[in-house]
């Protein structure tokens, strides 16, 4: 198991029970066979983007909410986003001169 993952798993694992969800209806979501959910919980099955997926659907709460909550060294502020390397915006915008209409 990742050391690192503990604060997620441990997180996931608040959600399913304030949300009072039992194993069965999360491993169904989580396309996980029977005891599957322990496994992963526990760290001996590998926790997958998949699954944090599914289980914000199964919870109606944001994926980002894990990362952020579970994971908040990760979510260390940044000074661009993934929208300014794969959709630049133009550096300096063409500004036609004070003489030209427009």
Do not use: N, Y
């Amino acid at each position: 198991m990742s050391r690192q993952l503990t604060p997620l798993r441990e997180l996931l694992q608040r959600a399913v029970a304030a949300a009072r969800l039992r194993p069965q209806a999360i491993e169904r979501a989580l396309g996980l066979p029977p005891g599957g959910w322990e496994d992963l919980a526990a760290g001996s099955r590998v926790l997958r983007v998949r699954h944090l997926l599914a289980l914000a659907a199964l919870l109606k709460v944001p994926p980002e909410d894990f990362l952020e909550a579970g994971l908040p060294d990760a979510s260390s502020p940044a000074s661009l986003r993934l929208t300014d390397w794969i959709d630049p915006k133009p550096r300096f915008a063409r500004v036609p001169p004070a003489d030209e209409p427009g």
